[in-house]
């Protein structure tokens, strides 16, 4: 883990906010590498959960809503954390994640567990009192259920049907930490499943599958995941059953995302609140009930984590160390480094030309600084799938050395033959 941070920060995936400050607890910053890989996971995301459907449309909601929305909603009232506090030093902590009831830096005394909310407050308009306070997000589905009329009202969408949603959200955690595995500001993707209420288990059961075959496609291997169904002592009072997916992270098995079937809670509670009909008439059957919903919850930022662990590999290669990241070329930042051998201006202007061939089609970086070992050291460790490099021979042969990241062969590829040898290989 601390070599995989140190990596993300040399090469620029991510780096602690406002690190020039001393940076602030739970608050990451995505460098120029992390926001393409980032961006990469929420196209797949929305490319599996939205484009390729057609039962799911997408929704942007506010980050700050109408505060009754969250009073209905029940997080007023329960989204908190037992915290306690070391009488000694003061150090707080989550009394569910303590093994003992003593402090553990110090084996101070521990005060008694108090509910401690984890939405961050803040002020809307220019009065700042208890009229006008309002909440950022801690989670993007809330923004979807209060939707649901609307959404049902202007598409033509009928359960069983989901909304989508990608977006930021904020959760004062009593203790952040494991780099960006748990954060104070995080990226979630949520799907709110819309079914009828006979139906709800067996879409459950569909979704955990579909789920745990996501972060296959992102090239996550099979023996690191898991999927594990929620205790009964574990679920919300609502909650009629549960998936976690998890992966084995090096602080031990971990939840990517969790899966769960919510009954009708929500639209039910929002409708008590807001007194507005959120029940839906099927007029086939010619009945009327609230739909029931199964809500699989991604984040952005722990499946990013779990992507750059899962692919971090350390190997011998002829009495060297190598560091590799074998990303799927599906996410990886950049999928095609074009490496003129020398700065001599031939090179150059051909290795430049060849790269704003390749551009339009795939995700190329152009680099001709430091020695060509150096280079391939640079683009293993960002991941990149594929080098080609330009030599004085290419001036005369019009062809080039196509590189492979993970079997490290060296083929050599007529110019005119790069696109289509690369499209085979990162289709
Ligand atoms: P935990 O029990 O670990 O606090 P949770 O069960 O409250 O998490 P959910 O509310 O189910 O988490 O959130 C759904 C998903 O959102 C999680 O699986 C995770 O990927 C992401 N997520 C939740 N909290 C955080 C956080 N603090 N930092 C980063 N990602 C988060």
Redesign the pocket.
């Known amino acids: 883990m601390e070599k995989l941070v140190s990596l993300a920060k040399r090469r620029g995936f991510f780096f602690q906010s406002s690190e020039i400050y001393g940076g602030i607890q739970?608050i990451y910053d995505y460098g120029p590498l992390g926001v393409v890989l980032r961006n990469n996971v929420k196209r797949a995301w929305w490319r599996t959960m939205v484009e390729l459907r057609d039962d799911v449309v997408g929704l942007d909601a506010g980050i700050i809503m109408n505060p009754k929305v969250w009073e209905a909603s029940g997080h007023v009232q329960n989204f908190t954390d037992p915290l306690v506090e070391c009488k000694k030093c003061h150090r707080r902590y989550r009394a569910d994640e303590l093994t003992s009831d003593r402090c553990p830096l110090d084996g101070g005394e521990l005060t008694d567990a108090r509910r401690f909310n984890l939405m961050f407050k803040t002020f809307i308009g220019p009065v700042e009192d208890s009229s006008t306070q309002v909440y950022l997000r801690p989670?993007t589905a809330q923004g979807i259920f209060v939707n649901f009329a609307n959404v049902l009202n202007s598409t033509r969408m009928r359960p069983p049907f989901g909304i989508a949603q990608i977006g930021k959200?904020f959760?004062n955690?009593i203790t952040?930490g494991n780099s960006?595995?748990?954060?104070?500001e995080?990226e979630?993707m949520?799907l709110e499943y819309f079914v009828p209420p006979a139906e709800e288990m067996k879409w459950l059961d569909y979704w955990k599958d579909q789920r745990f075959e996501f972060y296959q496609s992102l090239g996550i291997r099979k023996e690191n995941l898991r999927l594990r169904a929620h205790e009964k002592d574990e679920l919300a009072h609502y909650a009629r059953g549960a998936f976690?997916v998890e992966y084995s992270f090096p602080f031990g098995w971990?939840?990517?995302?969790?899966i769960?079937a919510r009954g009708d809670y929500d639209l039910s509670a929002h409708q008590r609140a807001s007194g507005r009909d959120l029940t839906y008439f099927d007029d086939l059957i010619r009945e009327r009930y609230i739909p029931h919903v199964v809500e699989p919850?991604?984040?952005v930022?722990?499946?990013m984590l779990t992507l750059l662990i899962d692919a971090y590999h350390e190997e011998e290669v002829r009495g060297e160390q190598r560091v590799v990241l074998k990303l799927h070329h599906s996410v990886t930042p950049v999928q095609v480094a074009i490496l003129p051998l020398s700065r001599k201006d031939e090179l150059t202007t051909l290795a430049k030309k060849v790269e704003h061939e390749l551009r339009p089609y795939f995700r190329t970086e152009y680099d001709d600084t430091q020695s060509i070992g150096k280079r391939y050291r640079r683009q293993d460790e960002i991941g990149t799938p594929f080098a080609i490099t330009i030599d004085f021979e290419s001036l005369n042969d019009n062809a080039a050395t196509l590189r492979s990241r993970d079997e490290m062969t060296q083929v050599r590829v007529p110019l005119a033959q790069l696109r289509g040898a690369l499209v085979d290989h990162l289709r």
């Open positions: 739970g989670e959200a959760r955690e952040p960006i595995f748990r954060l104070r995080f979630q949520e976690d971990s939840e990517l995302e969790g769960a919850s991604a984040g930022d722990r499946t």
